[in-house]
């Protein structure tokens, strides 16, 4: 494995946002809970049957098969296949739907993340290359204090990571060549797409993203150009 | 002249920059007196120069006669016109002339900005709507310490202001509607086309952003939302 800095370090560290930076599972759960104090279900897996409609969401999207849409509509589609899951498909009003779904700009950041981009930030630009719209990560930022240079990510190219143009719109609004710009994930499958359009890349292990069962992304699984134990060791 | 604020605060305050938060004369004329301390030019007559082909250049885009160029590259292209006719077309090679076409990137903000930007962004969403790139708003913010939430603009409608798509795409980009947004500036026009657009408005005077001697935009020319002696006091 590759730890060393490359050898020019890279003008602008764009940022996996979800399971990478912020602990979605933990606090999509919290939102649950206080959203269904009466009810017997469990939080925790009504977070995660939502966030399991995720990738086969955007999935129609990346195959042609629909428009963009960003994905706060898709929460809330998912939101609602959720909801009936669960037999609350009368349980809560549009308001409480929609204030429900807001529960992804409610997510905490790691321990390491606020502290480490605020060092990062001092030498290069930082920007989250997230398949959040411009809209959720902005609202997540203020919520996080997450101390981002500007806000990129799939609402720029209107497509979904791991499809290439996003890394490449990214790059395009920087004005940067993808080989200055430093993608930084905690997932292997996010980093082969960055590396496979361009871009350096970065590894750190958020082992427990799902949980304390967790069996995937674990550990880098490939030479990544920098594998580092916090965000802020990206700064040395 | 109504002073008081809008019954509703806006949820989002959006930005011209050049002349309403920097000092892009005074910025300009200092960097082109920097890369020409041996010449015998006027700086400042320079700056104004480079400045006064910004409007006709991004009038051919928005009358639709060139697609959509970003404003690095208009600058670019009117800084090889204006050192044509100050008879220094040999002066520079190209990475003298990179190096001074990123003078628009180190603007001085005035001196109320960066504390009144602080301030509000405690209470909305505040992004610069400007007709500089993402890219150009990016580095301007890290040079000039502007604490953006997240960076609108041009670059989203890919077209420039007053064009209703520039502020209609920033509103949309942040999911709120016009109404919602308070586009701030120092230019009436601007105004009148954000006003146009459907959204609140608030002016602030910069007097001497053309110099001493400025004969437009001295005063509000309408009766806008909120006209403002600081940034800071749109937190208010």
Chains 1, 2 share one sequence.
């Not at 706060?72 to 809560?92: C, K, M, P, V, Y």
């Not at 990129?152 to 609004?173: F, T």
């Not at 797409?193 to 992304?217: N, S």
Request: aromatic content about 8%; hydrophobic content about 40%.
């Amino acid at each position: 494995m590759n730890k060393s800095a490359p050898k020019t370090a890279p003008k602008a560290f764009i940022f996996d946002v979800f399971g990478t930076l912020v602990d979605w599972r933990n606090s999509v759960t919290r939102e649950v809970a206080a959203t269904f104090p009466n009810h017997t279900i469990d939080p925790c897996a009504f977070a995660d049957f939502w966030r399991a409609r995720y990738q086969p969401a955007m999935e129609r999207i990346r195959s042609g098969g629909r428009d963009y849409v960003a994905l706060d509509d898709l929460h809330r589609e998912n939101l609602e296949d959720t909801l009936d899951h669960f037999s609350l498909g009368d349980a809560l009003n549009d308001g409480q739907r929609a204030a429900l779904n807001s529960a992804w700009e409610k997510l905490d950041p790691w321990s390491d993340v606020v502290e480490g981009l605020s060092r990062l930030k001092e030498h290069a630009i930082i920007a989250p290359c997230s398949n959040g719209s411009i809209a959720l990560m902005t609202r997540l930022a203020k919520y996080g204090a997450l101390p981002w240079d500007c806000i990129l990510g799939a609402d720029l190219a209107k497509d979904y990571k791991p499809q290439p143009a996003v890394y490449h719109a990214c790059c395009k609004a920087l004005r940067l060549l993808p080989s200055e710009v430093m993608m930084v994930a905690c997932h292997n499958n996010d980093l082969e797409a960055a590396r496979a359009a361009g871009l350096l890349t970065g590894f750190i292990a958020r082992v427990t993203e799902h949980g304390l069962g967790q069996t995937i992304d674990l550990e880098p699984e490939s030479d990544w150009d920098r594998v580092v134990d916090t965000i802020g060791d990206l700064a040395c």
